[in-house]
Every structure is written in structure tokens, then in C-alpha cells.
């Protein structure tokens, strides 16, 4: 299975405003339809994040709630992933509160780091912490690696059983103090991840293209959306939209030959939170 190309859907993150980019969604029904109408056209996970109705990044679980039951309701196959990011609120409580609404996966930072004017702060108890939370409310923790000592840290809570299978890593690169995004540093960064783990290569700002590109020739999973970048080429020409960049990533999973990898297909190797499993029986009634 893992032949075939899984999208990651990044719709809105932390950064882009209305004053930016008028594609970015804010609201939870521009984030529902945007991510309804990328899962018509195929993405096999949604990574979200919610906004206050003035566009400032929110915690509330009453925001993610509309957010998530909108996309269940419209893309019942699709895999949720929440953000637990603490760039602008870092305590526990609130950074864990979306756990506590059983997405199928909550995204992972690995340790602090640098961005261009910010930084986003993961002490190791942090990181552990939100590990065993999603543990024990079945969710599959979303693993975020700007660099090489973030994958090393993975693999450690990996070892100690900290995170448990099925292991799902998102690598980052173009980041001012992280991997950039060349052919070695994208080589080095796969090369400490087990073969048996699930990779996703996601380019920041002009490197999501050809990170995109190298991920599908590659065979492994993309990273895609206006989290990430806003712009159709890196010339900076004219923006785009969440859906032109879909679309794109699904030109060159056909111009490379590839296949997408269906939600449901993902999903039922493990990435569905656990209460939506009601039996194994089920499971294979369906296929």
C-alpha cells in the first residue's frame, strides 16, 4: 500500500491572514467546505487548525468541535489530524484540549525550534505528555521533524514505547533553522526513519513544489496546502488557492505514474481513532 501517494491537506496553520491570501479559511465553515471540496478532488488526511472569528489561532474546543464534525459529516472516510501546536498559547491544558475530541491524529512537534520572527517551544515533558494523552484517547500522533535531532528524539519515544505503531512522520523542510530543502538534506532526513514507519515530505513557501515533486517521484507521502506556502510558483507571481495546489499535487502523482492513496485505504491500517473501529468483522466486510 504504501506504493501509492498519500495527500496531507494543510488548509489554514497558524500564519496566513485574509490580509495575505483571500483563499486562506478562517471560519470553521470555510475550513469544512474547503476541505470538502479538496477530499472530492482526493486527500487522505486533513490537517487542521482553528482560527477566532479575527483570524487569531485558537485552542477552543468548541471551535475544533465545529470544525470536525463538519468534516465528518461531509468526508466521512477522511482522516482528522488536530494541531497541538504552542507557538501562541504553551500550556498543557490548552494545547492538549483538542485531544479530548478524538480526531484520528494530533500533530507531534518533536522539539523546540526556530522559525524566521518566532519560536515555537516543545519541552520534552510537553512532548511526552501530549504522547500519553493521545495514547490514551486513541489518537495516532502526527510526528513533526524540522531536523535531524528531531527524528533522533522520535525514534527514542519510539524505542521506550512512548509512541507506538503505526508511526506516521511529517518532515519539514525550507525552515530558516531546519532542514532545507535539497536532495541531501531530504536524503539524510528518510534515511534515519524505519522502513516500516510512513513518511510525508512537506517544502515551507517556494520549496513546497519541488518538495512535493521529489516526494511523489520518491514514492512518499506530500505535504500540501496555504499552511505552507501561498503562492503558485516561487517567483511569488500570484497566489493560489488550497484547491489549485490539490489539483497540482495530483498531476504529478499521474505524470509520475502513481497511484493516490485512498483515506479509507490509510485509515484501516491503524490511523482511525479507535472508537471508530466497531470490529475486525466490519473491517473486512468492507474491502
Not at 497558524?14 to 471540496?37: L, R
Not at 517544502?203 to 512535493?212: D, H, K, S, T
Request: aromatic share 10%; hydrophobic share 35%.
Amino acid at each position: 500500500m504504501k506504493s501509492k501517494i498519500l495527500v496531507n491537506f494543510c488548509p489554514t496553520g497558524m500564519i496566513p491572514q485574509k490580509s495575505q491570501t483571500p483563499f486562506v479559511p478562517i471560519s470553521p465553515q470555510e475550513v469544512i467546505e474547503q476541505t470538502h471540496e479538496a477530499y472530492e478532488i482526493g486527500i487522505t488526511i486533513a490537517h487542521l487548525h482553528a482560527r477566532n472569528e479575527d483570524g487569531v489561532p485558537t485552542y477552543k474546543q468548541s471551535v475544533y468541535q465545529q470544525i470536525f464534525e463538519g468534516v465528518r459529516k461531509y468526508c466521512p472516510e477522511l482522516i482528522i489530524c488536530g494541531s497541538t501546536s504552542g507557538r501562541n498559547f504553551p500550556e498543557f491544558e490548552k494545547r492538549s484540549a483538542v485531544i479530548e475530541l478524538k480526531p484520528d491524529m494530533c500533530s507531534l512537534t518533536l522539539s523546540s525550534l526556530n522559525f524566521l520572527r518566532q519560536a515555537s517551544v516543545n519541552a520534552p515533558e510537553m512532548i511526552i505528555s501530549l504522547a500519553e494523552k493521545m495514547k490514551s484517547y486513541g489518537v495516532t500522533p502526527e510526528l513533526e521533524a524540522f531536523d535531524l535531532g528531531m527524528i533522533n528524539y522520535g525514534n527514542y519515544l519510539i524505542k521506550k514505547k512512548i509512541i507506538q505503531g503505526p508511526v506516521y512522520w511529517n518532515l519539514l523542510f525550507g525552515n530558516i533553522a531546519g532542514y532545507q530543502a535539497s536532495p541531501s538534506h531530504i536524503g539524510q532526513a528518510i534515511q534515519e526513519i524505519s522502513k516500516d514507519n510512513w513518511i510525508t515530505l512537506a517544502g515551507l513557501g517556494e520549496y513546497q513544489l519541488p518538495v512535493n515533486s521529489i516526494a511523489i517521484s520518491l514514492g512518499y507521502g506530500v505535504r500540501v496546502g496555504l499552511e505552507d506556502n501561498i503562492y503558485w510558483d516561487s517567483k511569488k507571481t500570484r497566489l493560489c488557492s488550497n484547491i489549485e495546489l490539490v489539483k497540482r499535487v495530483h498531476d504529478l502523482i499521474e505524470i509520475n505514474g502513481k497511484e493516490f492513496l485512498k483515506p479509507k485505504e490509510m485509515g484501516q491500517m491503524g490511523f482511525y481513532n479507535s472508537s471508530r473501529i466497531t470490529s475486525k468483522a466490519e473491517f473486512f466486510q468492507s474491502n
